[in-house]
């Protein structure tokens, strides 16, 4: 049916022969086979509800007598009944006068509530199980918004309302708790292209303008501000009243005369969601950053623990938040990025320690049995040096542990060196899921896949130049096999990502150097997309494991992130002198 469901009385067709007839079924599912030049209408009535006696004088028209039935009038006066007549709006069925209104008059459909058209259909290309369709998240946000204005997505999932509004030219900050999730929307946006829609505030956009209202152009310098929008395409709203009170329709006037004249005094709507574009321009996601609270959230939760609390611990063995933990990761184990390297514990039950929260046992290749202490760190915050300094030395007094697992939401950039200090003691720096801090309602839905990670370190290389520059080369990721107590460097296949804080200052990571590395070049059909514009010596520096030169660190010190393609990153920080 034209125009959707509302236009299902549409069912008349004006034929270039001047005849009118109602149309066939084939004719109005397919209304290409109409002979050209042939125009659509639906019957409208030329009454209104309600006597008013200078509306309800006599009308001639073929040769017959009309006057509209008793409680009701014409729409309008007997001038404006001689328009409708000379612009052939008029037509008899059965014994009354109705009114032609053609679907050119006003070719577009308010929406209503109802959105059949957003129905989630077959979306080969879904990114994110739960991805929501664009075309329903585009339809709210031009609903609501203006370009300029700024949309927050608490829960963005794969990106969609970021995207949309990059599209829309609307700004965004959008949020999830899942490291996959954003992992995902970076990508999405980075790699994302868009049409180039017209400024309305652009030398372009105001000639456009005036091409299509025939005003003269406003005497000012364009801005490109994005909050004066685009330039929209517009529809003609042709009503009864417009062709009625035209002072130009005359008798005898042909066809596309009276169109003409139409078209002079009829109102127009307004798209907004259909920007005229330019073909020959592309864009691409403007600069945006990805934060994120850990490591740089630092509560103070072990070094100044008061000694009644230690006491308390000790008496309480493990609190509900540990238990719920350690019940956790006696059936998850502890996963590297690697399938099939889990650590898988033969037993694991609460220790009453000051630091530590579990014993546990575990069998490695070899056969041989490896005794396990576990540290659980704290439900809010972050993970600091001195909570694994305590408790290495408690598992080292203790029953002679081969392992300790330190577990955490996130961890301070210093932790990974701490581990290392322990010699024979092995120091497993293990990342937990966020979806833990959930309850356990929600594990049970997820299942207890990646809930305990641990996420090598940075394997780099940093070099002085003989100009004094420095320059980092990374070299893939140290990865811990739990299953054989080894560790080994994965290749930079695994890693997305890589940053560099070149004059890092300890207390926040700015990204200075962005590298976009991984196995299948993520980017490439953007690259594609945008051949004519690229410099191909900037784009393979950023598609690359070797950083370009910089000066050294004021601070002394650099920092280095890595995020893997599940979105696990880790931070590193290094002394360059
Ligand atoms: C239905 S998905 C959103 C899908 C998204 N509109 C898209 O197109 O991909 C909901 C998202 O909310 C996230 N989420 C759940 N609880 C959250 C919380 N408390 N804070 C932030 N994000 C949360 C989930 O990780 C998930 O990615």
Redesign the pocket.
Known sequence: VFGGEKASNYDWVDLPTGKCRKLTDDESNNPAILPKDSKIFAIGDVRSAGHSESGSFEFVFEGKKYRPYSGSHWKTTLLGMEALKNNRRLIVTGSTLMYKRYLDDFPVFQLTNHWPDVRPSFQQDK??V?????KV?ERCLLMTTDPGDLIL?????????A?VAEQWGRRWIT????R??LA??RTRLMAAKFPYYLLADSTEGIKKEAELTGRTPPDHKPENDIKKGFVYKRVPHITLKSIANNPDIKKDMTREEIDKAIARYAETETLHDQPYEDNKRIRVTGPFTVESLSPHRVIATDEERPTTEMEAQKEAGVGQFETMILDNLKKAGVQNTIKNERLKFDQLEPYAGEWLHAEAEYTEKDGNTRQVAVCIGPEYGTVGTELVKEAAKEAVKGVGFDLLIVCGFAFDPHVSEEAKRYGKLNVLVTRMNP?LS?GDELLKKTGVGNLFMVFGEPDVDIRKQKDGKVVVEIKGVDIYDPTTGQIRSSSTDDIACWFIDTDYNEESFFVRHAYFIGADEPYDKLKRALRAEIDESVWSSLYSTVSRPFDPPKTGKIAIKVINHYGDEVLKVYEVK
Not at 130 to 134: E, H, I, K, L, P
Not at 153 to 161: A, I, K, L, V, Y
Not at 175 to 178: A, E, L, V
């Open positions: 990114i994110y739960v991805q929501t369709a664009t998240i997505d608490p829960t963005c999932g794969s990106g969609t309302t995207y949020i999830d708790t899942s996959v999730a995902l929307a979806d959930m």
